[in-house]
């Protein structure tokens, strides 16, 4: 583990009543008194978080934890018919295990959900949320304008949209850019937008490499139904927690107390879009996937319109967000435009401070 490590950066677990979390830690903070929380995505780990955390003000304390079956944390089955509850559970037994009382929460992608459903369980815990490239709050596929449900079985969402190559090569540990479906072609082609101003693609392929397969991890299960492209999410694994079947936070609009929301994304983000590639009602619209019904039945999910306009609820109803688009930058502006993300960051949690 020692070798995936910044200087700067050390690694912990962290044991709580509900697993053994991995956590990294930059280690001249410790004393802080106010905490920075790093929340992962989808087939990542905490250890993309690394540059974020050493970049962070001095006066913060910096943590980033491993999702179960990501990283070096305990690989546990994933409950999807409770959302990504299982997650924001987790990460709450954390915070909680270590006297965390209050955090400025970020995440990123899947992790936003998280963060989403952390604050509508347990919302003294957050301060304020940063929201990368993050899922849409109706959930990721099957909806269309407004969240509405395209059918009532979220066809086409869920665990059997995963490439069946692409988890097979995570499982077997591929590091070669040889084919599409590698996982470091996808970090080139999906993750970011210019991979080859990047530092480090080894460590975030290694990153990548550490997601869990499996019925019960990544993807999930499926159930075959008859409706276009002939499969709806199952009840356990990653991508089914994401599914409208399961996921919604969009009651964020009616807490209480409103912690500050930053919204970072990139124009040019492939996985996290209103046309996103990862969609398989786009796929199908530009005839990728065969027997695509139509627009009017299977339109693709318009994710960042969706996400604008519950956090323009969120704001009408007395919250507050930012919104702040990087051109010409993929699905990890964190990455990608680190100057620029880090002093928005650091500006938003010492707003909120």
Partial sequence: MSQTLFDGIVAHDVTTPRLTAR?????????????????????SSSLFFQPTMLALPAEYRALAIDLRGFGESQTLPVDATRGVRDFSDDVASVLDALGVTSAHVLGWSMGAGVVMQLVLDRPELVKSMTLESPISPYGFGGTGEGGRRLDAEAAGTGGGGANPDFVARLEAGDTSADEQTS??????????????????????????????????????????????????PGGRGVLNTMSPDHFDTTAIVDLPSKPPVLWVRGTADAIVSDAS?????????????????????????????????????????????????????????????????????????????
């Fill in 183 to 232: 996982p470091r072609s996808v970090y080139r082609t999906a993750y970011v937008a210019h991979p080859e101003r990047i530092e480090h693609e080894d460590l975030w392929v290694a990153s990548m490499l550490t997601t869990k397969t499996g019925i019960d991890n990544y993807p999930g299960d499926a159930r075959v139904v008859e409706a276009w492209p002939g499969f709806a």
């Fill in 23 to 43: 956590v990294l830690e930059r280690a001249a903070a410790r004393e802080a008194s106010a905490t920075v929380v790093l929340i992962h995505g989808n087939v």
């Fill in 277 to 353: 590639f990862f969609d398989l009602n786009m796929l199908g619209q530009v005839g990728a996937v065969p027997g695509w019904p139509g627009a009017d039945v299977a339109p693709p999910q318009p994710m960042v319109t969706q996400t604008r306009e519950v956090l323009e609820r969120y704001a009408q109803a007395g919250g507050s967000y930012r919104e702040l688009a990087f051109e010409d930058c993929g699905h990890s502006p964190h990455l990608e435009q680190p100057a620029e993300f880090d002093s928005a960051f650091a500006a938003h949690i010492a707003a909120a401070e």
